[in-house]
DNA sequence: TTGTACGCGTTATCAA
DNA sequence: TTGATAACGCGTACAA
């Protein structure tokens, strides 16, 4: 039926005897246009089910009302609401959003982009891989000239808008929040990649401890991916080798997971023994037993910010100096940290 | 730089006194062009750094080079791996895939068809939602004339390709299990929904029983959403109407999980008094305590199922009659239910 | 207020 | 083997 054949604005201008350009202004509501013209267009529109044909339309106006989002992992909770808060932004403004993820390697991450620049999205919101080092395949992103926003995982030293959380200041949270249910010796989790928000978080560490006059000892502080199974193993080796310490600030909920296991596996009581507090709020901190303390990251504020950073962008001109915006986040006190009931 | 203008087949043309067919030909590797000529419209092209524009040759062709994928919840750990395997297939098809969700409403899941069509993608892929009753709008892609693909929850008279697991296994498997630790009272979570899945896993559960000789007792079976808040009301009323069961299996691990807090803190051992499947095999079932037994669904190769009947059906005519692809899951045992170990 | 004419970048058809 | 032309569907100067 509806296969036969694409309604354009020729067919609905032949109908009424005008042209295609007087059809394409009563539909786009060109005010140069009679009242009385545009509602028989309109009406013929629908008499004829025409859709515009976004593909001709982007090509003559450069615009694909589409938005490339890249993320690591699209089935970690915070990135998933990001999702959410993006479209939630999009979907008033009429674009659509499309997402990929990188799978946290960069290789992955270029093609990504790569494809974005292929389908001409309008603007690119990227949170970076891990295993992202050159910044090249972004840069040619902004070359490209359409706007690009960085989220979560921030590269200061790029020309372009970044959303972020304090990390700083929740690391800084979790940490006092462990010294003031009265633990001395804790450990630091945090990863070996030079990401920004690692390093921020074991600042606000370091910093609270500092403040409340507790030594610093670096060797609590490991580092490895944020899995779970890197968890376990930071567990284990801080029980085999002895090491005395009763709480752990885990930079990644799914570590924070992992040394839980092990030492409830041991025997060790938590929070009476070891205080845990992790990052992120995934929502399985909430279902294990004890449930684990995190650091609620706002994920669905992050994505709606970032979506407005870039319809600010669309607006104004690219020559404005990029915007970095930052986003309180909260310690969420659970069973895991909190001994003092 | 970058920016000065868009590089087209016109500038390629012009620098080698050629014309832009030979351009185009050559880049698309026509046979009837010379290796010389071809040779130089490559290297003309690199040195230039031309973009192919995908939407011009999506204008002329009619073929964006996209598929929408749509699912009711990406951060559903099912339903993010099924994006993973059908990006795989999409991948080296130079697919595109874009995703999104309809969180479990039909309204959403009208506007991003729509947005689908609109964007002219060239199939759809998706899982609806909950709450869908009417199936017009999948109606609407069929006569538009592209692939559509549905899978997982299934609509069976609609005229498409399908793919399900065998949801009838998975709850026979699961049921037939619990009666083989000694179960006699077992308890069934499905939801009120109209779908095909949860009556699969239903009659499952409903064969299993007869066919071990246990009786069927509907007073068991109890409905509701799939969420964690629905299991855990489940479980209260139960233990308040002093309902006599010593087994769950629940079409839900979000529900299973509920049912098992409150379980857990009235004092009931899991398995020993009440054993407990789930369905689906959330990441998060191996982290609780006990962990949880649940029915794999193997997303991603149902993933990558559909993709490929995607382009299967991309090529073929679409005169084919619809496939219906099934998928065997399977079972995997945790400690919630094993009893012997 | 509406029409004319052209171009966005690519590719298929026909001709040479 | 290559060139010329038209067309995909829409939007916009310019003209009337």
Redesign the interface.
């Known amino acids: 039926?509806?296969?036969s054949k694409k309604v354009t604005i020729h067919d609905i201008a032949k109908r009424l005897n005008v042209t295609a350009s007087t059809v394409s202004r009563s539909l786009n509501n060109n005010p140069r246009i009679s009242d009385k013209t545009k509602k028989r267009v309109l009406k013929m529109a629908k008499e004829l089910n025409y859709?515009?044909?976004?593909?001709?339309s982007?090509?003559r106006n450069g615009k694909?009302q589409?938005i490339g989002l890249l993320v690591p992992l699209?089935?970690r909770?915070f990135f998933?609401?990001i999702?959410?808060g993006v479209?939630q932004v999009a979907?008033g403004f009429n674009y659509?959003?499309?997402?990929?993820?990188s799978y946290e390697n960069l290789e992955n991450e270029k093609?990504a982009l790569k494809?974005f620049?292929?389908?001409?999205v309008d603007g690119v919101l990227v949170s970076i891989s891990k295993t992202t080092t050159d910044i090249s395949h972004l840069q040619?992103v902004v070359?490209?000239?359409i706007p690009l926003i960085l989220f979560d995982r921030s590269i200061p030293q790029l020309q372009a808008d970044q959303v972020v959380i304090d990390d700083y200041q929740g690391g800084y949270e979790a940490t006092t929040h462990l010294i003031e249910q009265g633990c001395k010796r804790i450990v630091h989790f945090t990863t070996g990649r030079d990401l920004s928000i690692y390093k921020e978080r074991y600042r606000g560490y370091a910093d609270a401890l500092a403040y409340h006059g507790v030594a610093l000892d670096e060797s609590l502080v490991l580092s490895a991916n944020s899995q779970?199974e890197d968890g376990r193993k930071h567990a284990e080796n801080l029980l085999k080798n002895n090491i005395d310490f009763d709480a752990i600030f885990s930079a990644s909920d799914f570590c924070a997971?992992g040394a839980m296991q092990v030492l409830k596996e041991n025997g060790i009581k938590i929070p009476e023994e070891v205080a845990i507090v992790g990052f992120s709020n995934e929502?399985?901190t909430s279902?294990?037993?004890p449930s684990i303390s995190s650091v609620n990251q706002y994920p669905i504020e992050m994505g709606k910010t970032v979506a407005n950073l870039f319809f600010d962008a669309l607006n104004t001109g690219k020559d404005v100096l990029p915007k970095k915006t930052v986003i309180q986040p909260k310690l969420i006190i659970r069973e895991s940290s909190l001994r003092n009931k």
Chains 1, 2 share one sequence.
């Open positions: 039926m509806n296969k859709k515009p044909n976004s593909i001709a982007a090509l694909t589409i699209i089935d909770a998933s609401s999702v959410r479209e979907e659509h959003v499309i997402v990929s993820q093609k494809a620049l292929n389908t001409q040619d070359e490209s000239g779970l997971l929502p399985f279902f294990t037993e």
